[in-house]
């Protein structure tokens, strides 16, 4: 019985892992059952137990046991403490590395947002072209009223950059863009390293490795770029159907300047193509041709788009190869509804220097399958971004804005990433970033044509 009970309050070992020679300290051996047990006294409460020896020994043990408890839950809760101020302190303090792939809008609009996050310690960007090759990008880039905000709001000045308004949008040479965001980007308050004439390659891995610490690398290297695939990413890609058809045309003027020009669009628009024996009758529910012309006075753009229907006049222009007829359209359109002050645009012009789709494809908006990881043996969270994570198979005209919209969720993901510091944590992040990348994705298939080309009302 008293065996049991000072069991229950001193320190026992198993035989298998304690002292063997019970003389070697102040012990003694029970047999408990099965199983021998050492009792493990030591003699600070040995003695306590003799001076106690006049009290009842049920007191005695009482006291013991409540001053016992009174420890344990000291030490606890002083333990309890001190992790939490630590974690708090930690969580505060929390950094990451960030480094950018790709120098086009996108990757420099991160490096902008990375710059004014608190928890981003140092960024590196990795642009393949030197900078004189980047500001000959000759097409032009145009911001909505969403992107002009969100770019304000991360200290990008519009005054200082060259380009023009039109309602509430903003439209700048893309290699203009560049410019101003490379000059701005020293004068951040953050150490930034921008390695540009350097492509981003399986080898540029060695160099990730040797940055310490946790870090994000962000795939901004365009449609056609291979980072987020060398950085573990799946390269597979879904396709979403945006409900329409469209053609486009790009026209290279040499005589013109590098001017940016606001967008021109008509609605509603009918071709007769019995010339080319083509059934051009309607049917129910036909509404007509979205035609805009977009870019600068130099590279000027144009497309067509229709939401989907069993026209006849629709049905040629995806069937029939005839390469003069779309070319007729394109001419007839462009002459019909450029800016005024643009010269015409004639057949030869025409033959010479505009390239165009021969004839009506369905538009599509593609999407990275996988487009956030985390990898824990370097501890680094891979995303792709931009025209590397999701973009339309025909030019908007404001295609740029499809890939901001991403970028909005990115001061949130940066904070997230800093202080998330258990696997479930790591998860929510990482879902929430995807969850918000499907989130654009399906506002950009549902709404995003009808919003960049197909149902605004006409403004020519
Ligand atoms: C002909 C044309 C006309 C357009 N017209 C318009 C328009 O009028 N309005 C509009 O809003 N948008 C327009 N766009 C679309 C717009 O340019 C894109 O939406 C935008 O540039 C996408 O930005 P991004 O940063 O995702 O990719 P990109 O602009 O393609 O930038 C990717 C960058 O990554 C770099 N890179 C690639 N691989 C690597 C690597 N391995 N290592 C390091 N760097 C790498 C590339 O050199 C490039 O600078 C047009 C596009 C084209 C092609």
Redesign the pocket.
């Given at each position: 019985m008293s065996s049991t009970r000072l069991v229950s309050s001193l320190h026992v070992i198993p035989m298998s892992q304690g002292v063997h020679q019970a003389d070697s300290i102040t012990g003694e051996t029970f047999s408990l059952g099965a199983t021998p047990v050492m009792v493990h006294c030591d003699k600070q409460q040995t003695n306590y137990y003799n001076d106690l020896s006049g009290i009842g020994s049920a007191t005695m043990d009482s006291t013991f046991v409540i001053h016992q408890i009174i420890i344990s839950v000291l030490v606890v809760a002083g333990f309890v403490c001190t992790k939490t101020i630590l974690d708090n302190v930690r969580r505060r303090t929390a950094k990451i590395s960030v480094i950018l792939?790709?120098?086009?809008?996108?990757?420099l609009t991160a490096l902008l947002v990375a710059a004014r996050c608190c928890r981003v310690a140092r960024i590196v960007l990795?642009?393949?072209?030197c900078r004189k090759a980047?500001f000959c990008t000759p097409?032009?880039?145009?911001?909505d009223v969403k992107s002009v905000h969100f770019l304000k709001r991360h200290g990008v000045d519009f005054d200082n950059i060259e380009g023009c308004w039109d309602a509430g949008c903003f439209y700048t040479r893309?290699a203009v863009f560049q410019e101003y965001m490379l000059d701005i980007a020293p004068r951040v308050g953050k150490p930034v390293d921008i390695r540009t004439g350097?492509?981003?390659?399986s080898e540029s891995l060695r160099d990730l490795e040797r940055i310490s610490g946790r870090k994000l690398v962000i795939a901004?290297?365009?449609?056609s770029?291979?980072?987020a695939q060398i950085l573990g990413l799946s390269d597979e890609f879904v396709q979403q159907s945006c409900r329409a058809y469209g053609a486009v045309a790009?026209l290279d003027r040499p005589s013109e300047c590098q001017v940016p020009l606001p967008e021109r669009y008509v609605h509603n628009l009918h071709f007769d193509l019995t010339a080319y024996g083509s059934d051009t009758s309607e049917v129910d529910g036909y509404n007509g041709f979205s035609f805009k012309v977009?870019?600068t006075s130099r590279?000027r753009?144009m497309t067509l788009s229709i939401p989907k229907c069993e026209s006849p006049l629709v049905k040629s222009l995806r069937t029939v190869l005839d390469r003069s007829m779309m070319r007729n359209i394109f001419l007839k359109c462009f002459n019909t509804y450029k800016s005024s002050s643009e010269p015409n645009l004639s057949d030869p012009l025409a033959v010479k220097y505009m390239k165009f789709s021969p004839r009506l494809f369905e538009i599509r908006l593609s999407q990275r399958v996988e487009n956030t990881a985390y990898f824990q043996e370097p501890d680094m969270f891979v995303l792709a971004?931009?025209?590397?994570a999701r973009?339309y198979n025909i030019?908007t005209?404001?295609?740029?804005?499809?890939?901001l919209r991403g970028l909005m969720a990115l001061p949130t993901f940066l904070s997230g990433i800093a202080v998330a510091d258990t696997d479930h944590a790591i998860l929510k992040v990482l879902t929430q970033k995807n969850k918000d990348a499907e989130r654009v994705c399906r506002e950009f298939t549902r709404t995003g044509l009808a919003e960049y080309h197909l149902s605004r009302s006409a403004r020519v």
């Open positions: 792939i790709g120098g086009g809008p996108i990757g990795y642009e393949e072209l980047m097409h032009q880039i145009a911001f893309l350097t492509k981003f390659t901004c290297d365009g449609s770029g291979q980072a790009a977009f870019g590279n753009y971004e931009g025209e590397a973009c030019h005209g404001m295609d740029v804005n499809v890939g």
